[in-house]
């Protein structure tokens, strides 16, 4: 069965600090597509950035980063400056070709302390 | 542009009730799926639809339906509702279907059985 495992229930960091939120995952496929996901207490699910498989390059969109290592099946997600309103619950997804949807880890509570 | 929507926001039925959900995808997108949360469960996928048809289906009782309609607009279905249905129930649109599609999630239908 494909898996999606975020190691760290919650975390907690200073404001204007870094924070880095761990994901790895288990498939045999060779192509797919990676994601992290926002869920802040409206519920609304937030996408905060993709990386796809086959790009060595990590992806990054402004102050949020990825550390994509595929070997090691691992997806880390890098916050630089951390500001109080990144205070949510991070998903970490995967979807392959054929699949089900995607598959999402049970996410990180990230607490921005002021 | 419009995200995605999805009424309604919040819903109170008793067991063995039926209920159907709906969701308008952004503008453009033909590409509807459903996700189920929970706390104990976490995020799991329902379904998929693409021009009409359902692509990918989780594993979820056969009491869960759904469909989309011409305009890419979808309704969910739960008939004889249990307790654990209680759920936030997500939907997200892409623009097409595929893995490589990135999925825009609505702001959720919050559902109690009671």
């Known amino acids: 069965a494909q898996t999606v495992t975020q190691s760290q229930p919650e975390m907690s960091v200073q404001e204007a600090e870094t924070v880095t939120l761990s994901c790895t995952y288990d498939?045999?496929?060779?192509?797919?597509?990676l994601f992290w996901y926002k869920q802040p207490p409206s519920r609304q699910m937030i996408l905060v950035i993709r990386q796809e498989a086959y790009k060595q390059q990590n992806a990054t969109e402004n102050r949020f980063s990825v550390n994509f290592q595929k070997a090691a099946k691992s997806f880390s997600l890098k916050i630089s400056d951390s500001q109080l309103g990144d205070a949510a619950m991070y998903f970490c997804a995967y979807r392959t070709g054929g699949a089900d949807g995607l598959t999402f880890g049970k996410g990180t509570h990230l607490i921005i302390q002021p | 542009k419009a995200g995605v929507t999805q009424t309604p926001r919040y819903l109170i039925k008793t067991r063995g009730q039926q209920v159907t959900l709906s969701c308008s995808p952004i503008s453009g997108h033909r590409s509807v799926s459903w996700y189920q949360q929970t706390p104990g469960q976490g995020l799991q996928f329902l379904f998929e639809y693409f021009s009409e048809t359902q692509r990918n289906k989780g594993n979820f009782p056969g009491r869960f339906s759904g469909r989309q309609f011409s305009n890419s607009r979808s309704e969910m279905n739960v008939s004889t509702l249990e307790l654990g249905d209680s759920a936030l129930y997500l939907c997200?649109?892409?623009?097409?279907?595929?893995?490589?599609?990135?999925?825009?999630f609505g702001p959720g239908t919050r559902l109690l059985v009671l």
């Open positions: 498939t045999s496929e060779s192509d797919y597509y």
């Open positions: 997200a649109s892409s623009l097409s279907a595929g893995q490589q599609e990135t999925q825009y």
